[in-house]
């Protein structure tokens, strides 16, 4: 279990990762392009699966704005990581396949941490200036 750490940390250094979109494409199950939305005027981001809210992340504001971007992103990855993963348990019983898993999984953890829409801020209220009065 170490070693699974140290490969852990040793991928952090490789960062940024490339992405493939042929390989997301091909992750991606019928049904599972799932999209993070900041709309105008919303408190937090929310992840659609095609027109349908699936998930608030963060409304009550407890969470800070880059934690709940990663998990917004993070939450609208699942079905390709999912599918990631499945492809890797069988694609594993080869070793000539060892190529393939790692543009496959660098693919998919690019695509995880892709920017999440911005939450965009009201505009703050002017105080009057009492100096001019």
């Known amino acids: ?3 699974i750490r140290s490969a ?3 991928a ?3 960062r940024p990762y490339k992405m493939n979109p042929e390989i997301i ?3 991606t199950p019928p049904g599972g392009d799932w999209t993070c939305v900041a709309p105008e005027g919303a408190i937090c981001r929310s992840v659609v699966w095609g027109r349908q809210e699936v998930a608030y992340v963060n409304p009550s504001g407890d969470i800070g704005d880059v934690v709940e971007g ?3 992103m993070a939450m609208r990855a699942l079905p390709t990581m999912d599918a990631a993963l499945r492809a890797i348990i069988v694609l594993a019983g080869n ?3 060892a190529p393939l898993i790692a ?3 660098e693919s998919v953890i690019a695509f995880v941490e892709l920017p999440a829409p911005a939450i965009k801020q009201p505009e703050e209220e002017e105080e ?3 100096s001019s009065e």
């Open 1 to 3: 279990m170490h070693q």
């Open 8 to 10: 852990f940390y040793e």
């Open 12 to 14: 952090e250094k490789a």
């Open 25 to 27: 494409k091909a992750t």
């Open 70 to 72: 990663q998990i917004a």
């Open 95 to 97: 070793p000539a396949n």
């Open 103 to 105: 543009e496959l999984a």
């Open 128 to 130: 009057p200036d009492e």
